[in-house]
């Protein structure tokens, strides 16, 4: 069965650190990885997804993925923090079968101090 | 603009009232799907749609019935509404059930008493 693991629920820096939610799968097929980012009283917008090929995957808003096939990772990264980033932070893994399911993790909310 | 819409936005009902929340997509969208997000839990899909009078059940259908009469609009039911199904509400599309970007709506908050 597919899962996915985020470890942290809640993540704090400063502003100008670097960002660095972490996010783990469990797949027995190739997987394909997402990103997603809810800002309050608002909707999931994707930030980023890798199905194949180059294994970074840069995002909007200055956010980029590593897909790690020997660590099972897709850690989500961003240089430098700004206030605008403080939300919650969903890695999700698309269910095989063509189901279109994506199976998520817990969230990560991110808190940006000034 | 494209974009998932969903209504009511917040609902306050009680226990045993039948309900509906309405999803409607303007992007000619094959896929919907319905997600509720609870604390610690992420998201749980509970149905979804490949296309038109297609349905499937996800992880957690029990209590929820959905309809796709038409391409645009996916509405989520609930026939007899009980305090667990207290949570948050997504509606989602996407072009079809790859792995394409999928679009969520701004979400549904429900209390049942």
């Known amino acids: 069965a597919q899962s996915v693991t985020q470890l942290g629920s809640h993540v704090s820096v400063s502003e100008g650190a670097l960002v660095l939610l972490r996010c783990n799968y469990s797949?027995?097929?190739?997987?394909?990885l997402f990103w997603y980012v809810q800002y309050p009283n608002q909707g999931l917008q994707l930030l980023l997804k890798?199905?194949?090929?180059?294994?970074l995957v840069k995002g909007i808003n200055g956010f980029e993925a590593e897909f790690k096939k020997s660590e099972t990772s897709f850690h989500l990264t961003k240089p430098s923090a700004h206030m605008s980033d403080a939300a919650e932070y969903f890695c999700?893994?698309?269910?095989?079968?063509?189901?279109?399911?994506?199976?998520f993790g817990q969230g990560t909310t991110l808190q940006v101090k000034p | 603009e494209a974009q998932v819409t969903q209504n009511p936005r917040y609902l306050i009902t009680v226990t045993g009232k039948k309900l509906t929340v309405t999803c409607s997509q303007n992007?000619?969208?094959?896929?919907m799907s319905w997600y509720r997000q609870d604390p610690g839990l992420g998201l749980r899909q509970i149905y979804y749609?490949?296309?038109?009078?297609?349905?499937d059940k996800g992880d957690v259908p029990e209590g929820y019935k959905v309809s796709r009469k038409e391409k645009r609009n996916f509405p989520l039911i609930l026939e007899s509404p009980s305090p667990n199904q207290t949570s948050l509400y997504f509606c989602?599309?996407?072009?079809?059930?790859?792995?394409?970007?999928?679009?969520f709506g701004p979400g549904t908050r429900l209390t049942v008493l």
């Open positions: 989602a599309s996407g072009r079809d059930g790859s792995y394409n970007e999928q679009f």
């Open positions: 797949s027995s097929v190739p997987p394909y």
């Open positions: 890798y199905t194949t090929g180059a294994t």
């Open positions: 999700a893994v698309l269910r095989s079968g063509n189901t279109g399911k994506l199976i």
């Open positions: 992007m000619n969208h094959e896929y």
């Open positions: 749609s490949m296309n038109v009078e297609v349905t």
